[in-house]
């Protein structure tokens, strides 16, 4: 898996050959208690890719969309950083 920052909150993850454009905010990334915003959009394409393949993935996303599909999200994430 690759991530790519591109400013503003945005990010380029490259994951089996596909391509995904995310957006992610510092401020989400310290409420579920992540380091920053590059570590919890890593950590949530880990979380997305132990559910479902990588072709089950939206192209375009905000995180926080994930929460609709998968409600433990949030608290899955906060428990891989404690």
Same mark, same amino acid.
């Given at each position: 898996m690759e991530v790519l *920052? !591109? /400013?503003?909150g945005a990010? =380029? %993850?490259r994951v !089996? /050959?596909?391509s995904f454009a %995310? #957006? +992610?905010s510092d401020g989400l990334a310290g409420e579920l208690g992540a380091p920053d915003a !590059? +570590? $919890?959009v890593? =950590?949530? &394409? *880990?979380f997305l890719l132990e559910r479902e393949p990588a072709g089950s993935i939206l192209p375009r &996303?905000? $995180? #926080?969309?994930?929460g609709r599909y998968f409600p433990e999200w949030r608290e899955e994430m906060r428990s891989r950083w404690l």
């Open positions: *920052a !591109e /400013g503003g990010f =380029q %993850v !089996e /050959g596909r %995310v #957006t +992610a !590059e +570590a $919890l890593r =950590q949530s &394409f *880990a &996303f905000d $995180l #926080t969309v994930i």
